[in-house]
């Protein structure tokens, strides 16, 4: 089992950036690929970023590239998502989640693992 925990959504204007964390706890952090979606009201869950377990590979959503990038640090066992440029259209709620993967998924349905969700809001 791996325990998720976001943090650092927010209400932010446009153009504006915010950094999110997830802290993870339970089995070893870099067994794992980690990767962040959102959902926003009436959408489905849609893929943002992932890193590979060795933080040598990331992907991003092309609608994200040149905004947000992902980070993590296997010895604090946490991944970042840094946010910048945000548009309204950013506005959702931001998960992290982790995989038994080599590779870098995007789907949600290869994630076992989920934290409850942090809320973002871009104001216009």
């Known amino acids: 089992q791996v325990q998720l925990v976001e943090s650092g959504g927010g209400l932010v204007q446009a153009g504006g950036s915010l950094r999110l964390s997830c802290a993870a706890s339970?089995?070893?952090?870099?067994?794992?690929?980690m990767g962040w979606f959102r959902q926003a009201p009436g959408k489905e869950r849609e893929f943002v970023a992932v890193?590979?377990?060795?933080?040598?590979?990331?992907r991003v959503a092309d609608s994200m590239k040149g905004r947000f990038t992902i980070s993590r640090d296997n010895a604090k066992s946490t991944v970042n998502l840094q946010m910048d440029s945000l548009k309204p259209e950013d506005t959702a709620v931001y998960y992290c989640?982790?995989?038994?993967?080599?590779?870098?998924?995007?789907?949600?349905?290869?994630?076992?693992?989920w934290g409850q969700g942090t809320q973002v809001t871009v104001s216009s």
């Open positions: 890193i590979s377990r060795g933080a040598s590979s990331t």
């Open positions: 339970g089995r070893t952090f870099s067994n794992y690929a």
């Open positions: 989640a982790a995989a038994v993967f080599a590779r870098l998924p995007i789907s949600a349905g290869d994630y076992g693992y």
